[in-house]
């Protein structure tokens, strides 16, 4: 494997494209959108030499191994750079296991949050970077660029001016593509595998997915992409933002959604009956404490909070 220095961004999305076509079934959609990622510039090739020169090094180890820990574990948890797993080749039986327990994104990141957790940090320029539940993130400040990279869950930013004389662009990439802050606060979410979302709160952000679409969003927007289309920008309130403070304020929600933003902050699985779905929400709600919350409900709606064996938990017709 060669030792020259190669960006660790683009070896953690080689290593991302390397489980892909090789330990899944990429669609056809999956390999056009490799095509596009190796095709971007030589440093991008490179990446990917070394990826595939760490999958012969794969040789090395157990076959039951790596399908245990490559194959079985979702997705979204295999985020991991390639330098990790050389170390892991050499590593004792006991450091596979742990490898298999924190997961992919978990050893790819800088920061990291449970399920439940919150925590705000100050980067290095000043700017103030919060973790939703359940959040992973790499951080790359270069003379040339601040990144973040957004591995899992949910991120708020309010950038800082770069104190370097020279422009840095703020930019936090996604799978799907990247948000650029114009002088900022907002923030990003990963909604599932193929789609992020950003909503403004302040300035401006422009997204550019991979296949180059752009869009620009002002304070009050939203959108979600995908790795080639955006789609339409909708309203965001400032208070879709009082996360950060623990707190979800419901204008008229489906208890449904209510549940649904509930579940992330949960140990256990959360569900809602269909039959009293579609009642309606309005007031403030807290995320820190899920199980109150959702004894709160009980007492202003018709419905009972079913709690069953490890931790699940069903709001049922009272």
Known sequence: MSGAATDPIL?????DWLIILHYE??????IAAFDRWHQ????????????????GAFAQVP?????????????????RSLGVLTALLVAAPASWLAWRELGWSEWAADEVTARGEQRSIVLPDGSR??????????????????????LEGEILVTTHAAPSPTYRPFLVQTRQGTAQALGTRFSVRRIDEATTRVAVFEHA????????ATRLLRAGDAADFNAVDIGATAEVQSSAALWERGMLLAKNMRLT?????????????????????????????SLKDA??????????LPVRIARHERGSVTVMPR
């Open 63 to 79: 076959p039951e191994v790596c399908k245990q820990t490559l194959v079985t574990a979702p997705r979204m948890n295999r985020r």
């Open 11 to 15: 070896l953690s999305e080689a290593a």
């Open 40 to 55: 971007q510039s030589s440093a991008h090739g490179a990446a990917w030499g070394r990826a595939q020169a760490m999958l």
């Open 205 to 212: 952000v422009g997204i550019k997915t991979i296949d180059g």
């Open 291 to 300: 199980d109150a919350s959702l004894d709160l409900l009980a007492q202003s």
């Open 25 to 30: 079934k990429p669609s056809a959609q999956d």
């Open 129 to 150: 970077l919060t973790l939703n539940t359940a959040s992973a993130v790499a951080v790359r400040f270069t003379p040339g660029e601040r990144r973040i990279r957004l």
């Open 257 to 285: 959604d209510v549940v649904t933003e509930l579940a992330r902050y949960h140990g256990g699985a959360l569900q809602c009956a269909p039959e009293v779905a579609q009642l309606r929400v309005s007031g403030a709600v």
